[in-house]
């Protein structure tokens, strides 16, 4: 059973989807020639575009699954314009969250709190076979983090992540809840 097919744009969905809305222009129909598109823009630079077609006086816009899978996971801004001969005027903008395609494989589900505190766990555990926090070469220095500030750190996001773990209920909260007859 097919689903129902939005009027507005999506305010997310997952890369490798079909992405389907029909919008509705008055003063722009597609029956009288006017071609509505959309451009995505993310963080990196990286843009799509995506063209309607024509389903009576609105527009039918469609993002195919191949088309999808080249988003990256993240938020994107979009335009959207109509353009009819020469002219193009912009009739929306709006953000977008491509979610990852776990079907693809290679997708990170750590926060990025997890994250840092994974890389600084990692440096801790290389510097804790070396000796030096510095080096001299040829008149050149080198100074790392000291091992005191990287626990810190490591610390810190240890806290950090206990919260983000409480707060998502990974963790129990530490109160003991007694209630007496």
Same mark, same amino acid.
């Given at each position: 059973?097919?689903?129902? !097919?939005?009027?507005?744009?999506?305010?997310?969905?997952?890369?490798?989807?079909?992405?389907? +809305?029909?919008?509705?222009? =008055? /003063?722009?129909?597609?029956?009288?020639? +006017?071609?509505?598109?959309?451009?995505?823009?993310?963080?990196?630079?990286?843009?799509?575009? =995506?063209?309607?077609?024509?389903?009576? /006086?609105? %527009?039918?816009?469609?993002?195919?699954?191949?088309?999808?899978?080249?988003? /990256?996971?993240?938020?994107?801004? +979009?335009?959207?314009?109509?353009?009819?001969?020469?002219?193009?005027?912009?009739?929306?903008?709006?953000?977008?969250?491509?979610?990852?395609?776990?079907?693809?494989?290679?997708?990170?589900?750590?926060? %990025?709190?997890?994250?840092?505190?994974?890389? !600084?766990?990692?440096?801790?555990?290389?510097?804790?076979?070396?000796?030096? /926090?510095?080096?001299?070469?040829?008149?050149?220095? !080198?100074?790392?983090?000291?091992?005191?500030?990287?626990?810190?750190?490591?610390?810190?996001?240890?806290?950090?992540?206990?919260?983000?773990?409480?707060?998502?209920?990974?963790?129990?909260?530490?109160?003991?809840?007694?209630?007496?007859?």
């Amino acid at each position: 059973m097919a689903a129902d !097919i939005p009027t507005i744009e999506p305010t997310s969905f997952t890369a490798g989807d079909t992405v389907k +809305w029909t919008k509705s222009l =008055s /003063d722009y129909p597609a029956s009288d020639g +006017w071609v509505l598109s959309y451009a995505f823009v993310n963080a990196d630079g990286t843009f799509t575009e =995506s063209t309607s077609a024509a389903s009576g /006086d609105d %527009h039918a816009v469609s993002i195919t699954a191949a088309d999808s899978v080249d988003f /990256d996971a993240g938020t994107y801004n +979009w335009q959207a314009y109509v353009t009819l001969s020469s002219e193009r005027f912009k009739v929306g903008s709006g953000t977008c969250v491509v979610l990852p395609n776990f079907a693809a494989g290679a997708v990170d589900g750590r926060s %990025h709190v997890k994250r840092v505190l994974d890389a !600084i766990q990692s440096v801790i555990e290389g510097r804790a076979t070396e000796d030096a /926090d510095s080096l001299s070469l040829a008149g050149r220095s !080198i100074s790392k983090i000291p091992l005191t500030e990287l626990v810190a750190f490591r610390d810190a996001y240890k806290r950090e992540y206990a919260n983000e773990q409480r707060a998502t209920g990974m963790l129990p909260s530490g109160k003991v809840r007694v209630r007496f007859p």
